[in-house]
């Protein structure tokens, strides 16, 4: 007889895609930075702890944990200065997540998060076949207050800091979600060791908050499984009702309870960490001129830049200046364009300045803290460019190009012209390129793509003085 037990499961499970968590290599020589994890131990208190529960023979592991969890419960209270009541443990935050969502979300009631933010938690959503509300994030990570008081989810899932992004939220912030949300919000604080700010003074105030902690992440711990669940005693009673009976092994409550009673070892790890974070960013934004998120996190989002160029347009000469462009200007670009290059170039170098116009459009999103100006002046043997741009929207092509030769082999370099108006136009640019003088054909083009690249650089660039505000006084580029 066949079996077949996909076709016997509930269908919303049948079409599940399960959460894939961070991959684990087994050979050792690795520097691992995927999870998050700590790089440095847990507190020595910790493997004390281990060793005095299992005793010589491991006499304790024959019964069962303590159900509930209580003298851990109790630690993380006292910690927290909050009542035993307003506690739940489990095996790891994720444990906890689940229990929130398994109580607070189905097909009816949905469960809302921003994206992006963790990826388990549209996982956990489908495991219960439940509905989900996104709101995506503006690329200046800022909290969208307004719209997840709106969302219409049950539950809401914000991670601050957030996860990839490291960006934290104020309790200002977070409060005025609160004040008009009439669902759960939860706040995953799995990185909040490492922030400025904590929601936790928060839930005296709003009993549909839920706190949420892992010690993962600053307590080293993450082999361990465990995390907690900080909220009003009615919310913690019902993860009661739906938790595992024995939700958090007898040698992972010992270890937490550790742990927590070493808070300087767990400063120690915080300010070694955080220095190396603000190190790296100072590093990267200034000195690299990477992209990088501010984080408030143990992790930094970037997005390093070498100039590698994989161009393919069928035209050699425009591949190589192209090339140069990314190389020149560090954007890391992948072209691969086809055109009638059998008729003429017109139409291919053409497209591809429209469809990179559009690509540096999207890859400026909103524009704010981009510096949005730049300019070049750029040798290249007898030939000399300048070029001008601003990037904030308006898209005009002034162009005094020309040289004594045009066409480098069948390459007319009156296309450079071409491919310009393309690119402003698509990109919302205004960009001013002259040639100041030169004569051999191919040295004026490629004067003109890496001035083009170098005043691109700069204009596009995150000005670390006012990386929050957009460069504009109206107020909209
Ligand atoms: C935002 C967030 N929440 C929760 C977790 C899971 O933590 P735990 O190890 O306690 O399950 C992670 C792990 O990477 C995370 O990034």
Redesign the pocket.
Known sequence: MDFDPTSLALPHVAKLHPYTPGLQPGEPGWVKLN??ECPYPPSPRVAEALRREIGEDGESLRLYPNPRSVPLRAAVARLHGLSEENVCVGN???DI?NLLVRCFCDTGAAAGFTWPS?SLYPVIAGIQDGRVCTIDFERDMRLPVGRIAASGARIFLL?SPN?PTGAGFSNADIEGVLRDFPGLLVV?E?YAPFADENAIPLLARHPNLVVVR?L?KAYAL?GL?V?YALAHPDVIGLLDRVRDSYNVNRLSQAAAIAALADQPWLDAIVSRIRATRDRCLADWTGRRGWFTYRSQANFLFTEPRDGAGKVDTGVSFFDHMLTLFAKHGLFDLTVKARGDTDVDYHHTVEDVGLVLGQAFKEALGDKVGIRRYGFFILPMDEALARIAVDVGGRPVLVYEASAPTMFVRDFNIGLVKEFCRAFSNALGANLHVQLVYGEEPHHVAEAIFKCLARALDVATQIDPRASDSLPSTKGLI
Request: proline residues 0%; negative net charge.
């Open positions: 999870t998050n790891g935050s994720d997540l963790y991670t996860a995953d799995a892992t993962s993450a499984r995390g």
